[in-house]
């Protein structure tokens, strides 16, 4: 488990040096088409601004990305106890505790490190969860906490914006700006532009994926260990499963921080997933009943 949090703290190394070129490249292209140095030192002086913003405040973001609201012992005593027994258990500090009025049941962990961490859990899976499959859930999203998942998933969720943004800004600029003609700009670089553009927020969304899914299928195995009860984890599964429903407030940014898909199924949605099928989340912890 140590092992994992060091490589994950240096996984968020990585993370915001590609992720940084990324943008950097952008930048470049912008400022090599329009011949104004300036438009890629003030690219990169608001991305590393809106990145430090939201390292400091992801919790927040978070929570106004999903509605969720902030509860004590006395509004649910059954998750509140879940998560405190839990976080007696793993030795961590108590995260404070959000519900998100959702009937689509799902759950997730947020925060940059254990001390400013928060987990948050649908009414949905509320109402659907009997105790052994709530903790199992709730084990989940602490494992995220205990793992350092929350860190690596909160700078990519951050740094996937900001690639967003810019993408969105070359769109603009390119199609409705006041673009320097054929004296001042080749068209070469104007295609550049337009290429870095597309592939920028897709290269960046497998790279959310890639993270996302590993991480899935190692919080499933951290959350047996932790209740010592694989058939909570598996049964918990298998009603997401059969009970899955798209959010009411769906964000592509926020979707690599639940246990489930939040979003609506369809084909291109499934392919580019953070999340792996379900179906093979459950085999996992089938085939690995003995060694926990």
């Keep these: 488990m140590y092992k994992q949090i060091a490589e994950n703290k240096r996984k968020t190394v990585y993370l915001i040096i590609v992720f940084v070129a ?6 470049g292209l912008f400022a090599w088409v329009y011949n104004d140095w ?3 030192v003030w690219t990169l002086i608001a991305a ?4 430090v913003i939201q390292y400091f405040y992801a919790n927040s973001i978070a929570v106004a990305m999903t509605g969720a609201k902030e509860i004590t012992k006395k509004d649910n005593p059954r998750l509140y106890n879940a998560v405190e027994n839990l976080s007696i258990t793993t030795g961590l500090p108590m995260p404070k505790v959000y519900i998100i009025d959702d009937q689509a049941p799902n759950a997730f962990a947020s925060g940059r490190d254990p001390k400013h961490a928060i987990v948050a859990a649908t009414t949905g899976l509320i109402d ?4 052994k499959e709530l903790t199992a859930v709730m084990a989940h999203e602490m494992s995220h906490v205990k793992n350092y998942d929350i860190r690596v998933s909160m700078i990519v969720f951050g740094l996937t914006c900001v690639i967003g943004l810019i993408s969105d800004l070359a769109f603009r600029m390119m199609f409705y700006g006041n673009r320097r003609r054929d004296d001042e700009g080749s068209p070469v670089g104007y295609a550049l532009v337009m290429i870095a553009a597309i592939l920028s927020p897709i290269l960046a969304s497998l790279a959310q994926m890639a993270v996302s899914r590993q991480r899935e299928y190692l919080a ?5 260990n932790i209740t010592r009860y694989p058939e909570g984890m598996i049964s918990a599964l298998k009603k997401l499963q059969s009970h899955s429903q798209p959010m009411k407030s769906q964000n592509i940014a926020t979707e690599a921080m639940y246990i489930n898909n939040p979003l609506k199924k369809g084909f291109f949605s499934n392919l580019l997933s953070s999340h792996p099928p379900i179906e093979k989340r459950i085999e996992r912890l089938e085939h690995g009943k003995k060694t926990f």
């Design 22 to 27: 990324m943008v950097g490249v952008i930048a």
């Design 38 to 40: 300036k438009i890629a």
């Design 48 to 51: 590393t601004v809106y990145a």
């Design 128 to 131: 659907i969860m009997d105790d």
């Design 220 to 224: 499933d195995a951290s959350a047996v």
